[in-house]
């Protein structure tokens, strides 16, 4: 039974595209009535998403793509590299794929991220449609038209801007989403409140019980506010020259987790948890929030199901790996690192900090 769905919309003028949000949605011709007629399609899925979900999103193209190709590429933020985004690209090449082909990504982040490359890049540029089925892509990777693969030596540092036509945020899948990878997107839901929606934190607190048991009516409102924020900030600063850059809350530490402690040991949104505990904690002792805050940040991190503490990376001098880690994020600058700090709650700056005290922040959080 298909539920009336939401729409936010991003707006970015010729690029603009609305996200939908709802239940049994994916598997709804209705659902792609506004993208392009064209002869071919690619599914880009994986090993674990395609089996439940691509026959599915097939019948529902069925009517407007005489052929319908369909790629499974391995599952893993390990595989988020140059080799698997080949795949793609061999797929579209030896299906005679054109420029008019229009692509769906089907999965997570890594899916979306490396699909919405590989479309960014395939004959300068096709038509995609991102169907997240994580929590985490649907209220962050599958909207704003980053995209990207990892580099051994940083995280997400070859990549594209470059915005899908359409976002189709079908909550129903979210009940076969492992325990462990919803919480993780449970983190990129939380972010938003303390950078910029503090009464979508209160609600947070209200509601992260109805969430964690998947609540179709709390998913929905998480999802929609999510994207709400998103779309307002991304359509201000779509290719990141400042505002953006605070979506990046607990990133910064997070990547550095990621990265250091071997891509897929901690997952990202996990990372992120602990990545926003470490920025609040440094935010406190640079004087901008107080304790009362942190502790708050820190239990809601813990209701999500997320860690908050131990995040020690592979190294003798964990917070000296750390820093090094940190100095090839995006946002630093001449080597110095940039980080997402809350300015007050619901309001969050980019500065750096320094060395010592982030040195004393990650020791202190590490323990
Ligand atoms: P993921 O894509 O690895 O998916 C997590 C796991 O869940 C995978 O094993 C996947 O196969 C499985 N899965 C997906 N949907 C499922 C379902 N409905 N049922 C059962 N299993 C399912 O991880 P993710 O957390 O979705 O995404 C993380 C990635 O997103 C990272 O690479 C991160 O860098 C990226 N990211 C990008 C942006 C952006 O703006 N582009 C923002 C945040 C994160
Ligand atoms: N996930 C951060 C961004 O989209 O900018």
């Not at 069925?62 to 590299?81: C, S, T, V, W």
């Amino acid at each position: 039974m298909s539920q009336i769905a939401q729409e936010v919309s991003i707006d970015l003028g010729e690029r603009s595209y609305s996200i939908a949000i709802g239940s049994d949605l994916m598997g709804n011709t209705a659902s792609y009535e506004c993208l392009p007629r064209a002869r071919t399609a690619l599914i880009v899925s994986n090993s674990t998403v395609a089996p439940l979900y691509a026959s599915a999103l097939r019948a529902a193209l069925a009517g407007r793509y005489a052929q319908i190709h369909e790629l499974q590429l391995p599952d893993g933020e390990e595989f988020k590299n140059w080799e698997t985004l080949q795949l793609i690209f061999d797929a579209l090449l030896s299906n005679g794929c054109d420029r008019k082909t229009v692509i769906f990504a089907l999965g997570g982040g890594v899916v979306g991220d490396m699909t919405g490359f590989a479309a960014a890049s395939y004959m300068r540029g096709v038509p995609f449609v991102q169907v997240p089925t994580t929590l985490l892509a649907q209220v962050d990777s599958s909207v704003g038209g980053k995209t990207a693969i990892n580099h051994p030596l940083g995280k997400n540092m070859i990549g594209a801007f470059y915005q899908p036509q359409l976002v189709v945020c079908d909550l129903a899948v979210l009940d076969t989403l492992p325990k462990r990878e919803f919480s993780a997107g449970l983190a990129e839901v939380i972010k938003y409140g303390p950078i910029s929606d503090m009464a979508f934190f209160d609600w947070l607190e209200r509601n992260m019980d109805a969430l964690i048991a998947h609540d179709r009516d709390a998913l929905a409102h998480a999802v929609r506010r999510s994207c709400e924020i998103k779309a307002w900030v991304v359509g201000q600063d779509e290719k990141e020259t400042g505002l953006r850059a605070i979506l990046n809350f607990g990133h910064t530490f997070g990547h550095a987790i990621e990265a250091g402690m071997g891509y897929g040991v901690w997952l990202h949104g996990e990372g992120v948890g602990a990545g926003m505990v470490m920025a609040a904690e440094l935010s406190r002792r640079l004087g901008l929030v107080d304790n009362g805050f942190v502790a708050r940040l820190n239990l809601l991190i813990q209701r999500a199901g997320l860690p908050t503490k131990g995040a020690v990376l592979d190294a003798a001098d964990n917070a000296g790996r750390y820093l090094e880690l940190m100095r090839v994020d995006k946002k630093s600058e001449a080597g110095e690192i940039r980080f997402v700090l809350i300015d007050g709650p619901g309001k969050a700056m980019v500065r750096s900090a320094p060395d010592d005290l982030v040195r004393e922040v990650i020791d202190a959080c590490c323990a």
